[in-house]
Every structure is written in C-alpha cells, then in structure tokens.
C-alpha cells in the first residue's frame, strides 16, 4: 500500500513534509513591514457574520496584573488582580482590538487603585477602541488582620472584593464596590426547638448553624469617599458573626455564646444590613444578597434586597452558586 503524503510531517515513506515549519529567530520587524500586516478592522462591511446588529459588550476577562491599593490607614499594598474589560461594538464594526484594552490598562498599572483611576482607563477605552461604551471590573483578595474574641490572638482574614467602573454613551460615569462577608448563621426556630427538648425531656441538642456569606454591591455617593475597611465594619455591625481566623478554645467558647446571642434567619440578615448601609451618607445605592448554607437542608436559604433608589439597583441577583464558601 503507497504511502500518503503528508503535509507538516516527514512521510512513513521517508520523504519530507511538502509545507517546510520552522520559526526564524534572526527576523526583526520594522516599520514598513508592519505597515503590510493585514487589519481585520480594515475587512469589507460584507465580511461581518451573523446579523447585522451591535453587541453590548465584548472585550477580554480574568488577565492578571499586580495592582496597588491603598487602605484607609494609608499603607499600600500589592495585590494580584483579575481584570475584565469590555466596550460596546457598533454594527458596522466587525470587532475590536482587543489588545488595545490591555495596552491601555498597562500604561496605568503603576498607579494606586481608585475610582478616579478606573474612570482614566475607560477613557482610555474610549478614545482608543472608539467605542460609545466601556466597562471595568478588577477582581482581587483583600487580607485584614483580625483578632480572636478573647484569646488575643490574630491572623489575615481574605476578603473577595471587585471595583467596577462603567462609562455609558451620555457621559455618565459610574463606580460600585462588591464586597463578600462570611458569616455564622445560627437558626432562631432551631434555638427554640433545642431549649424546649431540654426543658420538657432533658434532651441534649445541638441547634443548627451553618456558615453564610452575603454580598454587597455599593454605590458611592459622588464626592465621597467609603473604604472597603468601612464597608466591613458595617457588615460586622449588623451580623456580628463573623467566622474566625485563629482560635483557643476560648475563642470556641466564645464564638458558641456569640452565636446565641445573636440568632438570625437569612430575612433578618438581610433586614440587620439594610439598617446599616441606609443610614451611610456616603453610600447613594446598594444591593445585599445573603445565602445561608444550610446544615439542616440540601437546599440554602436565601434573600436579596436593595435600597429602593429610581433608577438605581434592583433586587434581581440570582447568582446564589457564586456565594458558597
């Protein structure tokens, strides 16, 4: 039986490949080269597929970058960074070049993290995707060191954070702050049920918890200035249960007694940060999902509310599988 020619490969007959591979290491490109390199921005209108529409958003997601952010005590940290970016897409466009959003980002990546510099960036997209809409979001790990109840002992709690900039096509800019807090939930029906067994036959019971996480989204009011190290203090205001990094056994004990004292169901964890983040004055919107992880159920109890602002965030959060923890 002949032998088929192959085409990249040397032939079982021994004969070579008929396209030669190889990568020239001595080539340099120059400017008149690259003058010849053909642009997809540049195809015929006809070379567009699909219908003839634009997209809302389209752009790249999750590269890394070392960022700094500075915390309300004013050191600066570095931290490894998950970036989106995106930008809308005109009908008569066939895409974008998409290494342009990076390019633009790299040349901001020295600077300290704000609001003000995400809004630079989206300029940026602006200017030099010539897009009418872009959109940021920068994703990182936020260590804070907490201290046991009553050992006296400390370690680095992480918290997932995300910045998230959006410039529209009339000129508004927009900035919101996603914060993720765990906590323990301690059942109030569960609490009861165990204290009345105890009571009327002696049983020993132990009421069901299960660690929780909720989600905030803020919005800042424009002017003011809120750190993530104050949106924690208001979750640890209304849900005092935060979960523990280091503990003895009196910080077991502790944590125990916390929980009792502070029983809530997933509505009343809704309803405790509510309370809280309404009376900020330098948040002008925001929106809570909770999910507790129930223990007792396979299914998790769940809520989301938001602060009722016209035109602002709406209670329609239904990513609850992003809140396990």
């Not at 060191?145 to 910045?163: C, K, T």
Request: hydrophobic share 35%; glycine share 6%; net charge positive.
């Amino acid at each position: 039986m002949k032998k088929k020619q192959m085409y990249l490969h040397r032939s079982a007959d021994g004969s070579a490949a008929k396209i030669k591979r190889g990568y020239d290491t001595k080539f340099r490109s120059n400017a008149a080269y690259r003058a010849t390199l053909p642009d997809m921005m540049e195809a015929a209108h006809d070379a567009i597929q699909g219908a003839n529409v634009p997209i809302q958003q389209v752009g790249i997601h999750n590269f890394k970058l070392p960022l700094k952010y500075r915390t309300k005590g004013g050191k600066t940290l570095t931290l490894e960074t998950s970036v989106t970016g995106t930008v809308s897409l005109e009908a008569e466009l066939k895409g974008i070049n998409m290494s342009r959003i990076m390019r633009t980002f790299y040349e901001h990546k020295d600077g300290v993290t704000t609001g003000e510099w995400m809004g630079k960036i989206l300029k940026g997209y602006l200017r030099k995707v010539e897009t009418k809409d872009a959109r940021l979001k920068i994703a990182f790990s936020y260590p804070m060191v907490r201290e046991s109840l009553r050992s006296g002992l400390e370690g680095y709690q992480f918290y997932n954070v995300a910045f998230e900039g959006v410039m529209n096509r009339d000129g508004r800019y927009r900035r919101f702050i996603h914060f993720d807090f765990v906590y323990s939930s301690a059942c109030p029906c569960s609490a009861e049920l165990s204290e009345h067994a105890r009571d009327k036959r002696g049983a020993y019971t132990v009421p069901h918890s299960q660690r929780s996480k909720a989600r905030i989204t803020v919005e800042e009011v424009e002017g003011k200035k809120i750190w993530i190290e104050d949106i924690h203090a208001l979750c640890l205001r209304a849900l005092q249960t935060e979960t523990q990094v280091m503990v003895k056994r009196e910080d077991e004990q502790a944590f125990a007694e916390l929980n009792g004292a502070y029983l809530k169901f997933v509505e009343d964890a809704a309803r405790l940060l509510y309370k809280e983040f309404d009376a900020d004055k330098r948040i002008a919107d925001f929106r809570i999902a909770c999910s507790h992880l129930e223990s007792l159920h396979s299914h998790d109890a769940v809520s989301v509310i938001c602060k009722g602002v016209k035109d602002g965030f709406k209670a329609d959060f239904m990513d609850f599988g992003s809140l396990l923890c």
